[in-house]
C-alpha cells in the first residue's frame, strides 16, 4: 500500500524532526492519518512490514446451540470456577480499612435489626396471612357494598379514638349510601352519627340527610374578641365586656339532624340548600377531663354566655351558592392537589329557637380561595379570603356559634378556637410544592381577627400565624396534614389534621 | 462524628489505591468457558420461596438498606464471569445476541415454539389468577396447552399486551430465559368455563368459578367496539415454580447455586438492558425460579431461572401509575424528596417536561429526550443486584444492546401488533435513540474495545480487536481522533521494550503489531496494556493477557481485565 507507506514516512520524519516521542494524547495527532502506526522507539518505515492481510473479526455462529443438559455440560466447569483467575488481585487499601467502621457500626446495626424485627414481624404476618383480604372478607360483604368495621381517628384534644361503622354504599341501585357509625375517644368523648345520601338517583340533584350526637367534654373557650391571652384572673370575668383571653374547657352535649339538598346548577356553579335542628346543652367540665385550672367558670361568668344555663334548641337553614372550578392543572397531578382555578362561595343563614329557646341570629358570609399554578407537579400558590358575620341580639346567639379563628383549619398557629366574636375575616397565602408521590410540602401565612361587627374591620391589631408542614394525599383523595405552626405572639404548634383545609366550613356541622 | 469522619476517609482512601500497571491479576493459559455445569442433579425439589410485597419494600427502602450500607462491604465485581469478562452460558443465561447473528425470523419467533393458541381456541379457564393485581386467568387451549391469559385495563388498552410480546423478544435475545407470550384476539365466546373451574382468593379459599364472576372481571378490560379485546397468553412454563429468587446471597437449598445474586453479571448487567427498555417493574415476582427435568434424562432434576412479566416496560408503569416520574425517581425515592423539600421545591426534576404522544393508543410514557442511562431507576430499590452493579455490569449490558439492528428491533416491535401504525414507529425510533444513548454513555465509563484476537501478519502477529464506539458510529470526534496506546509486560509486570500507538479506524476495527521482542517463558505469557483516548476524553485501560496455547503454539487471548 504506497499510499499507506508515505503516510508512515512523513508521520515518522515528522516526528524525527520534531525530536519528540510519539503521540500520546488524540489531541496531538498532526492530521487525517487513518490507521497509521507509529512505533517508539521509531522504526524507519521500509523496516516496518507491509501489512496486507485484512483483519477479519473472527465469525459469529449463526444458529442456535442444541438446547443444553445435564450430560452436555457434564465437563464444564462449576459456576464459582469460571473465572480462570490463577493469581487474584490484592484488596484495596479502603477495602482493608472497611473493618473499622464495620465493626463501629456493628452495634448500631444490630440495634436496627432488634428495633426493626417487630416491624418485619408485623409486616411478614400482614403479607403471610393476608391481612387486608382477610380483613375485607370479614368486614365486607363479597360485593365490597355492605360493610362494618372498625374505625380509628385522632381527634384534637381527644387523641386517639376509635369506634365503628356501618355502610352500604348502593341501597337501591344508584349508589345511594347509608352510613352508621360510633366513635369513643379520650374520655368520655362520644359521636353517633348516621348518613344517608341519594348518590347518582337524581342525576345532578343530590339529597343527604344526617343526624349525629356527639358529647365533647373538654371543648375550648378563650373568651370573646380580640383579647391577649393571659394565665388566669383573680375573679370570672363578663366575656362580652372583657376581651381578656384565658384558656379554659367546658363540657357540651350536641344533637343535631338535618337535610341538604345541592343541585349542580351548570358548570361549576352549584347551589346548597340546608335545614336542619341543632340542640346544645352546656356543663362546666369534670375536674378529671380537663387540665388544673382550666375550668371555665374559674374564669369566666358562665351566666353571661347566652345559652350557657338552658341550652338552646334551635332550627337553622342556609342557602349557599358556589363557583367552584378548582382542579389539577395536568391530567398527571393527583385529583386531590388542586392547582388552578377558583372557590367562590356565598351563604346566608338563620337560626330560630324552638320550645322558647332565646336563639335568633342571622349569619352570612363568603370564601374566595385562588390557586395559582406555578409550575408542574404541581407547585401551587393558594390565596384565599374569608369572612363571616352573625347579626342578631347577643343573648340571642349562642357563644358556641359566634364565628371563631384559631386551630389547623383557620389562622393556623393559634390554638383551636382561640379567637371568637361575632365577625371573623381572614386572608390566607400557602405555597404548596410536590415532594414525592403521595406528598407534598407546604409553607403558609394566615392573618385575620375577629370584630364586634364587619364595619369594625380593620388592619390593626392583626394576628398572623405561619409555619409549615407535609400534606399526605392518595391520586384521588386528601389523607392528612402534618402542621408545625407558630405565629406572632408565640408558642408552636404540632398539629395532625385530617380534614381539608380549603374545604369550606360546614356551618351546620361545627360546634 | 468522628465515626463519621472515619469511615468517610477510609472511603475515600479506597481511591487512592495504586496497582502495577500490568495489574495483579494472572489467568490460567486456558481457553475461556463458554458454559458452566449448573445443572447438577438436585434431589430434592428447593422450597417455594413467597414474595412479601409489604415486607419486602419496608426491607428495601428502609431497614435492610440501611444496615446493607452499615454492612461496609468491598466493592466487588461479578464473580460469575469468565476469563474475557463475558458471561457463560448457564440456566440463568445463554448467549445470543451478544455472541451471534441472530436472523430477524429468529427474532420474530423468539422463544415461542409451541404455536400460538389464538389457532386453538376456545380457551377453557381452569382457575383465577392467583398472585398480583391484574385480572387474568389460567386456561387451556384446545391442545391442553396451559397458559397464563392477561389482558389490558379498560382504561389503558392495547399496553400490557403489545409491550410484554415486544419486550420478551428483545430480552430473550438478549440472552434471558422467558416464557412463551402470544397476543391473541379472542371474544367472549372463546372463553368457556371449565367444570371444576375454581376462583382462588388471595386468602387461598376456593369457590365455584361462575359466568357472572368472568363476565365481572372482563367488565374491566379494555374490549374493542366490535367486542373483540386483546389477551396476552404467556404459556406455563413445565416444572414446579419455586418463585423468585432472593436477590441477595444464594438459594440455600439449591446446590448448583453458589454464586450469590448480587454478584452474577447477568443479573447486574440487566440494569442497563432494562433500562433502555424502561422496565421499570424489576422485583423478585418477575423473575421465575422452576425446579425442571433434564430434557436428556427425566430422572435428572435442577432449578431454571427465568425472567417474567414484562408488560409494563416502555413507560406503561408510569402511564398505569400516573406518573411522569417513572424511570427517574423511585416510587418513594428518599434523595428526590430531600432535595425538593430543601429546595423548597425549587429544584426542576428531571421529568419534568417529558414529551410523548400521548393519545396515542399503546403508547406509555417513553421518550429518549430526558432519558439518562446512568441515573434510570426502577420502580423501587428492591433488587440488590442493581444497586451492586458497576460499571463494567453495566457496560457489558451495553454491548449486547447496541447489538441489535435496527431490523431487528422492527421485528420485535411487529409482534406487539399494535393497531396504530403510529404506535409502531414510535416505540421503534425511540428504542433506536434510547439504545444509541445507553451504548455511547457506558462507553465512555469503560473502554469499549472488544472481540480481542491473536491473527498473523505479514511480519508476524497482532493484536486485533473492534472498538465498539467507532464501530457503531458513537465518538463524537472522527475515528482518526481516536489514539490507543500499547504497552507490553510480561508474566512478572516487567515493561517490554514496546510501544505502540494507532490511530482508529472507521469501521472501529484496529491491528496493533506485536513487535515487544518476545516476553520470556515457555508460554510467553505477555500482558498488553491499551489505553484509548478521544478528544476530550481519557478512557480507562484493558488488560490484554496473552500466551502461547501449548498444543498449536499460536499465541492466543486468554484474559481480559478492564480497568
Redesign the interface.
Known amino acids: 500500500m504506497p499510499h499507506r507507506s508515505a503516510a508512515i514516512a512523513v508521520v515518522t520524519a515528522a516526528v524525527a524532526l520534531a525530536g519528540a516521542s ?8 498532526p492530521s ?9 522507539p521509531p ?1 524507519r518505515p521500509w523496516e ?6 485484512p ?4 465469525p ?5 446451540p442444541p ?14 470456577q ?14 482493608k ?6 465493626a ?2 456493628f452495634v ?2 444490630v440495634a ?2 432488634v428495633v ?1 424485627a417487630p ?2 414481624l408485623g ?2 404476618a ?5 391481612v387486608k ?2 380483613a375485607h ?1 370479614i368486614f365486607w360483604n363479597d360485593t365490597g357494598t355492605i360493610g362494618l368495621y372498625p374505625v380509628f381517628d385522632i381527634q384534637t384534644d381527644y387523641a386517639f379514638t376509635a369506634g365503628a361503622r356501618f355502610i352500604h354504599r348502593d341501597l337501591f341501585g344508584e349508589h345511594e349510601k347509608l352510613s352508621l357509625r360510633a366513635s369513643f375517644g379520650g374520655v368520655f368523648w362520644q359521636q353517633y352519627s348516621g348518613l344517608l345520601t341519594s348518590g347518582d338517583r337524581f342525576g345532578r340533584l343530590h339529597l343527604e340527610a344526617k343526624a349525629e350526637y356527639e358529647v365533647d367534654p373538654r371543648e375550648r373557650f378563650f373568651g370573646v374578641g380580640n383579647g391577649d391571652e393571659i394565665e388566669m384572673v383573680a375573679a370570672p370575668i363578663d366575656p362580652y365586656s372583657d376581651p381578656t383571653a384565658i384558656d379554659t374547657r367546658f363540657r357540651q352535649r350536641v344533637a343535631r339532624g338535618y337535610g341538604r339538598a345541592r343541585l349542580r346548577i351548570v358548570g361549576p356553579l352549584s347551589v346548597r340548600l340546608t335545614s336542619g335542628v341543632l340542640d346544645k346543652v352546656f356543663e362546666e367540665p369534670s375536674k378529671g377531663d380537663i387540665p388544673a385550672g382550666t375550668d371555665i367558670a374559674d374564669s369566666y361568668q358562665t351566666d353571661a354566655l347566652p345559652a350557657w344555663d338552658d341550652g338552646t334548641t334551635y332550627s337553622y337553614n342556609e342557602l349557599e351558592l358556589r363557583y367552584d372550578s378548582r382542579h389539577n392543572g395536568d391530567e ?1 397531578e ?1 385529583v386531590s392537589v388542586p392547582s388552578t382555578g377558583w372557590l367562590a362561595a356565598v351563604f346566608g343563614g338563620v337560626s330560630l329557637g324552638f320550645a322558647g329557646a332565646p336563639t335568633h341570629y342571622w349569619v352570612y358570609g363568603g370564601d374566595v380561595q385562588r390557586f395559582i399554578r406555578l ?3 404541581p ?1 401551587v400558590l393558594t390565596l384565599r379570603l374569608i369572612a363571616q358575620e352573625v347579626r342578631g341580639e347577643t343573648d340571642e346567639i349562642p357563644f358556641v356559634d359566634l364565628p371563631r379563628l384559631g386551630g389547623p383549619i383557620l389562622l393556623r398557629g393559634y390554638e383551636r378556637d382561640r379567637f371568637r366574636d361575632r365577625a371573623m375575616a381572614l386572608g390566607s397565602a400557602e ?1 404548596l ?5 403521595g ?1 407534598a ?1 407546604y ?1 403558609f401565612s394566615d392573618a385575620g381577627r375577629v370584630y364586634p361587627s364587619l364595619q369594625d374591620f380593620t388592619l390593626d391589631e392583626l394576628r398572623v400565624g405561619y409555619g409549615g408542614g407535609v400534606e399526605f394525599h392518595s ?1 384521588r383523595s386528601f389523607i392528612g396534614r402534618f402542621n408545625i405552626a407558630s405565629s406572632i405572639d408565640g408558642g408552636i404548634f404540632f398539629s395532625l389534621s385530617l380534614d381539608p383545609v380549603y374545604d369550606p366550613t360546614d356551618r351546620v356541622e361545627r360546634d | 462524628m468522628k ?1 463519621l469522619s ?2 468517610l476517609a ?8 495504586t ?1 502495577p500497571p500490568s ?6 493459559n ?1 481457553p ?2 463458554v ?7 438436585v434431589a430434592k425439589k428447593p422450597s417455594e420461596r ?1 414474595y ?4 419486602v419494600k ?2 428495601r427502602h ?2 435492610r438498606r ?2 446493607r450500607w ?6 466487588r465485581r461479578a ?5 474475557i469478562d463475558e458471561v ?3 440456566t440463568w443465561f ?1 448467549n ?1 445476541i451478544g ?3 441472530l ?1 430477524v425470523a ?1 427474532i420474530r419467533r423468539g422463544p415461542n415454539v409451541t404455536g400460538t393458541p389464538q389457532k386453538h381456541l376456545p380457551l377453557t379457564i381452569r382457575s383465577s389468577k392467583q398472585s398480583g393485581v391484574a385480572i387474568g386467568f389460567i386456561v387451556e387451549d384446545a391442545r391442553g396447552v396451559k397458559y397464563l391469559l392477561k389482558f389490558d385495563e379498560r382504561d389503558f388498552p392495547e399496553t400490557e399486551t403489545s409491550t410484554d410480546a415486544v419486550a420478551q423478544r428483545l430480552l430473550w435475545a438478549a440472552g434471558y430465559q422467558v416464557p412463551e407470550d402470544y397476543v391473541i384476539s379472542l371474544r367472549r365466546g372463546d372463553l368457556v368455563i371449565a367444570r371444576d373451574a375454581m376462583i382462588v ?5 376456593h369457590d365455584r368459578m361462575t359466568r357472572s364472576f368472568v363476565d365481572l372481571q372482563l367488565a374491566r378490560i379494555a374490549i374493542d367496539k366490535d367486542g373483540s379485546f386483546r389477551a396476552l397468553a404467556s404459556r406455563y412454563l413445565e416444572g414446579a415454580p419455586l418463585g423468585g429468587h432472593p436477590p441477595d446471597g444464594v438459594r440455600d437449598d439449591d446446590p ?1 447455586d ?2 450469590p445474586h448480587q454478584l452474577r453479571r447477568e443479573l447486574r448487567g440487566a440494569y442497563t438492558i432494562f433500562a433502555w427498555l424502561d422496565h421499570t417493574d424489576v422485583k423478585q415476582d418477575n423473575w421465575l425460579d422452576v425446579y425442571v427435568a ?4 427425566r430422572k ?1 432434576h ?1 432449578v431454571m431461572h427465568y425472567l417474567v412479566d414484562f408488560g409494563k416496560s416502555f413507560g406503561m408503569h408510569g402511564l398505569i401509575a ?4 417513572n424511570g427517574q ?1 423511585y ?3 428518599l434523595r ?2 430531600t432535595l ?2 430543601l429546595s ?2 425549587t429544584w426542576q ?1 428531571p421529568w ?2 417529558k414529551r410523548w404522544p400521548r393519545h396515542v393508543r399503546g403508547i406509555g410514557i417513553f421518550e429518549s429526550e430526558k432519558y439518562d442511562p446512568g441515573s434510570w431507576k426502577p420502580n423501587t430499590p428492591e433488587y440488590m443486584p442493581f444497586l451492586d452493579a458497576d460499571r463494567f455490569d453495566k457496560f457489558w449490558g451495553a454491548k449486547i444492546v447496541i447489538r441489535f439492528t435496527q431490523d431487528q428491533l422492527r421485528a420485535a416491535v411487529e409482534q406487539g401488533r399494535y393497531s396504530d401504525p403510529r404506535a409502531a414507529d414510535y416505540i421503534l425510533r425511540i428504542l433506536f435513540e434510547r439504545q444509541r444513548k445507553t451504548a455511547r454513555y457506558w462507553f465512555a465509563r469503560v473502554a469499549p474495545l472488544d ?1 480481542f ?1 491473536v ?6 502477529q ?1 493484536l ?1 480487536f ?1 472498538d465498539l464506539a467507532l464501530r457503531y458510529r458513537l465518538a463524537d ?7 490507543y ?1 500499547a504497552r507490553a509486560f510480561d508474566a512478572a509486570g516487567q515493561p517490554l521494550a ?9 469501521d472501529g ?5 506485536l ?1 515487544a521482542p518476545r516476553a520470556p517463558g515457555p508460554d510467553q505469557y505477555t500482558i498488553i496494556r491499551i489505553e484509548t ?3 476530550g ?2 478512557l480507562p485501560g484493558v488488560l490484554v493477557h496473552i500466551a502461547r496455547d501449548p498444543r498449536s503454539a499460536a499465541l492466543r487471548v ?2 481480559l481485565r478492564r480497568l
Open positions: 510519539s503521540p500520546s494524547r488524540a489531541e496531538d495527532l487525517e492519518l487513518a490507521g497509521v502506526v507509529v512505533t517508539e522504526v516496518l512490514p507491509p501489512d496486507t492481510l483483519y477479519l473479526p473472527p459469529r455462529p449463526l444458529v442456535e438446547a443444553r443438559t445435564s450430560a452436555s455440560v457434564a465437563r464444564a466447569p462449576l459456576p464459582d469460571v473465572s480462570g483467575i490463577s493469581r487474584g488481585e490484592s484488596s484495596t487499601t479502603g477495602d480499612l472497611k473493618v473499622i467502621p464495620r463501629l457500626l448500631p446495626r436496627i435489626e426493626g416491624v418485619r409486616l411478614y400482614y403479607d403471610r396471612y393476608q383480604a382477610r372478607d398527571w393527583p409550575g408542574e407537579n407547585r405555597y410544592f410536590d415532594i414525592g408521590r406528598f410540602g409553607l391520586a | 465515626a472515619l469511615v477510609i472511603t475515600l482512601s479506597g481511591c487512592t489505591t496497582r495489574g495483579e491479576i494472572r489467568f490460567h486456558r475461556p468457558a458454559v458452566v455445569n449448573d445443572r447438577l442433579d413467597h412479601y410485597r409489604n415486607l419496608y426491607d428502609f431497614q440501611l444496615t452499615m454492612e461496609m462491604r468491598p466493592a464473580s460469575n464471569v469468565n476469563s457463560p452460558d448457564s445463554t445470543r455472541v451471534r447473528d436472523s429468529e382468593s388471595p386468602t387461598g379459599d448448583n453458589v454464586v433434564d430434557p436428556a434424562n435428572i435442577y400516573h406518573s411522569k416520574a425517581a416510587a418513594f425515592d428526590n424528596s425538593s423539600l423548597l421545591g426534576r419534568e417536561g472481540r484476537t491473527l498473523p501478519s505479514n511480519g508476524g497482532r486485533c473492534e470526534s472522527p475515528s482518526v481522533r481516536t489514539l496506546v514496546s510501544r505502540v500507538v494507532a490511530t482508529g479506524t472507521p476495527r484496529v491491528c496493533l503489531p513487535l483516548s478521544r478528544p476524553q481519557n486468554i484474559g
